[in-house]
């Protein structure tokens, strides 16, 4: 199955959708400000009319090639293009002051690859084997699973965890906006009819984080200079052999943390991190241009992708953002993401992990021949940019529905993002609740009726106890009183990002 | 006004909301399932780590945010604003995105401009209507979307 997926995708036009894709998010990973989660919500719009495999395979490339442009930014400028490679500014961009930029670009190539296509092994191996234990999962389990990603995401994205559950529950809270998929019953519309059929998720997701982020950069602080000198960008085999364990072990955790719904590849590259200065020989070079933390970082972040890939396949819960986004993507092009994808519909798993390794292939073709020529995009104004990205979102708002309420939507939730962001509130949480408000607003319901209005089941199920002990330890570790209490008991400290 | 207050309030006005929606004992449906149960929970949520948020001490971590340069910030949802509202679907969609591309780029170009002024006004003029011809083709065309 998964070799006649991968010979699907060696027509030419699969070949020049996968190529075209992956510029495309390389380029949007580059821009500081545009993100993965914006590209995957914009080219849902407009791969709409496309067969379902190519528009996800343009998605996927979409993507993966975000993920890993965004390290051309944090080694250049120091500026992470995405929230992912933070971590890698750390190293990157202390090689790129020493002269070694185009160094240190080849090596995020080889993290960036060897991560991908580790997650690649795993999406294949793992999402029949979760698909197939979640078969056991009922409504209460489905419950706590979608509590637990919205949570878990606001917990870990941004500086005060209770910002983020409170951006996941109003994520929550819009999504049951309009007829109530029970009973079809208007919620908060205020009989206003284009309000019944809900707020629309992926203009949503635009103006979360298009118009937003447009607001935020032109607000922010004049752009710094690129740097221009860069030196050979070819990825070395030698850095593959010297830091396999390292490779290996970032892989890990990336797959790791891309599974656990919401958490994403930020925290998957930050975690790779903490864990190769720990274990490492030559630690005390970490953050000054250490080549064995930047192939961390980037490994982390890539084998996250399709980490995050796993649950949103097999359990219908994403584990990042932009695995949101492609999730509610796969809906739109007729997918059921779920434990019955792989008995209803298996050729779209491996499709996926075709599609994926497609994408893998399509980033490293870029990251050889085309850094040089892409760093153009870093020198237009923001001033020029900023508008036609704007133009885009209006675009990519109204071309789902063709309706002028979706482009509205698109503005109103951008500017309160805007607000919102600005006072420290992380919006990844508010996109997990969106898409997850379905799932936990009917599961919720469905279990209380099945259990004639009893919580009990919700916490005496086995599987059900052991998340609800998870989404209880997920919260209780954030009440500075439960902190320091686990602190007396085990004499640990607490663990800061690095 | 201390952050999370905002929040609790609309909290209390979503659990309302809630409490007060229709919950169909006409239609003899299991109580347990009426429409208002999840945003009432969702509420309730809202309202006690909105209060929790409005009494913890602040954040050393948290910064202040960065003063906002208000006027620019005006200007710009003026000129999104004017193009959503008032341009879309009462001229051809490239006419009023090159517009809105123009005045876009020259007002925040202007006082910066190092170029002569007329230079100027002519290179933001063709990126205005190169991008609008550009997305217009791109979106009506290749990706076959009707514009609005």
């Not at chain 1, 399709?306 to 953002?321: D, E, R, V």
Request: with cysteine; glycine share 10%; proline share 6%.
């Amino acid at each position: 199955m998964l070799f006649g997926a991968l010979v699907n995708l060696t027509g030419p036009w699969q070949i020049a959708y996968a190529l075209g894709a992956t510029l495309v998010g390389i380029m949007i990973g580059l821009l500081p400000g545009l993100s993965a989660t914006l590209g995957i919500a914009l080219f849902t719009t407009l791969t709409v009319r496309m067969q379902p495999t190519d528009a996800i395979l343009v998605l996927v490339c979409v993507y993966v090639g975000a993920i890993y442009g965004g390290s051309r930014t944090s080694i250049l400028l120091n500026i992470p293009g995405t929230a992912a490679n933070a971590a890698a500014c750390l190293d990157g961009n202390q090689l790129a002051l020493q002269g070694k930029a185009g160094r240190a670009m080849g090596i995020a190539t080889t993290g960036s690859v060897a991560g991908s296509l580790f997650g690649v092994l795993c999406l294949a191996a793992f999402t029949p084997v979760l698909a197939e234990f979640a078969l056991k999962f009922g409504a209460f389990e489905f419950f706590w699973l979608g509590l637990l990603g919205v949570l878990m995401s606001g917990t870990l994205t941004g500086s005060e965890p209770i910002k983020g559950w409170l951006m996941g529950l109003l994520g929550l809270f819009v999504a049951g906006i309009g007829q109530d998929p029970v009973h079809a019953y208007d919620r908060f519309t205020f009989g206003w009819h284009d309000l019944s059929g809900g707020i629309p998720l992926i203009p949503a997701l635009v103006g979360a984080f298009g118009f937003a982020e447009v607001l935020m950069v032109m607000s922010a602080p004049v752009q710094r200079a690129v740097t221009e000198s860069v030196d050979s960008i070819l990825p070395k085999l030698r850095d593959v052999v010297q830091y396999w364990r390292t490779i290996l072990r970032s892989g890990l955790i990336g797959v790791f943390i891309g599974i656990l719904p919401g958490v994403g590849e930020d925290m998957a590259a930050w975690s790779s991190y903490a864990a190769a200065r720990r274990a490492s020989r030559e630690r005390e070079q970490f953050g000054k241009g250490s080549v064995e933390g930047l192939i961390a970082a980037e490994t982390g972040d890539n084998a996250a992708v399709p980490g995050a890939m796993i649950p949103a396949l097999a359990l219908g819960i994403p584990g990042s953002a932009p695995a949101a986004v492609l999730m509610a993507a796969m809906i739109i092009h007729g997918a059921q993401p779920g434990p019955m994808l792989m008995t209803t519909q298996p050729q779209f798993m491996f499709d996926v992990v075709a599609i994926t390794l497609v994408a893998t292939i399509a980033i490293l073709v870029f990251g050889l021949i085309m850094v040089r020529p892409i760093l153009w995009v870093l020198r237009v104004p923001r001033e020029v940019l900023m508008p036609i990205v704007f133009v885009l979102c209006v675009l990519g708002a109204y071309s789902i529905s063709q309706r002028l309420f979706d482009v509205w939507v698109m503005m109103g939730v951008g500017v309160v993002c805007f607000f919102l962001r600005r006072r420290g509130y992380p919006v990844a949480p508010f996109v997990l609740g969106l898409v997850l408000g379905d799932i936990v607003d009917k599961t919720l319901r469905r279990g209380l009726v099945l259990s004639d209005g009893s919580l009990l089941p919700f916490f005496t199920r086995p599987l059900s106890a052991a998340l609800a002990l998870i989404v209880a330890i997920v919260l209780l570790s954030q009440v500075p009183a439960a902190r320091r209490l686990w602190q007396r008991l085990t004499g640990s400290q607490d663990i800061a990002r690095p | 006004m201390r952050p999370g207050l905002g929040w609790a309030v609309l909290g209390a006005a979503v659990s309302i909301g809630a409490w007060r929606m229709d919950r169909l004992e006409s239609l003899n449906i299991e109580p347990w399932s009426a429409p208002g149960l999840v945003p009432g929970v969702l509420g309730l949520l809202m309202l006690v780590f909105g209060l929790a948020l409005a009494i913890a001490p602040v954040s050393a971590e948290s910064d202040p945010p960065a003063p906002i340069a208000w006027l620019k910030l005006a200007g710009i949802l003026g000129i999104t604003g004017l193009f959503v509202f008032v341009a879309l679907g009462r001229m051809p969609f490239a006419v009023a995105a090159a517009a809105l591309i123009f005045v876009w780029v020259l007002t925040l170009s202007w006082s910066a401009a190092s170029a002569p002024r007329t230079r100027l006004v002519l290179r933001v003029a063709v990126i205005a209507v190169v991008a609008a011809l550009v997305i217009s083709h791109l979106f009506q065309d290749v990706f076959l979307v009707r514009l609005p």
